[in-house]
């Protein structure tokens, strides 16, 4: 069964720094590509950062020049560094990934269960 499990998230205020880690398991097949979902009440879910196998890395406007993600091939963990905070940043953030065998036209998503994020003063 596969796994997502996030962690890091909390109380910041603005301006400030978190960093949210997600570990994968149980996942057999290739991971096509890695990212960071997030969803305020009210809103839907949004797409904020996804890293490809290739190591192409995409970021939602709102968060291009703060937010960073990475990942470790070798851990199957992937991490989104969240710098100069806003509260509009303030939501519950999902993990997200796609694996499959390419060659065989596979993919499937996998999703965490999610971490609250809360950036208040």
């Known amino acids: 069964q596969v796994q997502l499990v996030e962690s890091g998230g909390g109380l910041v205020q603005p301006g400030g720094s978190l960093s949210l880690s997600c570990a994968v398991s149980?996942?057999?097949?290739?991971?096509?590509?890695m990212a960071w979902h997030r969803q305020a009440p009210g809103n839907q879910r949004e797409l904020v950062a996804v890293?490809?196998?290739?190591?192409?890395?995409t970021y939602a406007d709102s968060v291009k020049g703060r937010f960073t993600i990475s990942r470790d091939i070798a851990k199957n963990m992937v991490y989104l560094q969240m710098n100069s905070l806003k509260h509009e940043d303030t939501a519950v953030y999902y993990c997200?990934?796609?694996?499959?065998?390419?060659?065989?036209?596979?993919?499937?998503?996998?999703w965490g269960q999610g971490t609250q994020v809360t950036v208040s003063s």
């Open positions: 997200h990934i796609i694996a499959g065998r390419t060659s065989e036209g596979q993919r499937y998503g996998h």
């Open positions: 890293i490809t196998r290739s190591d192409t890395t």
């Open positions: 149980g996942i057999t097949l290739p991971i096509l590509a």
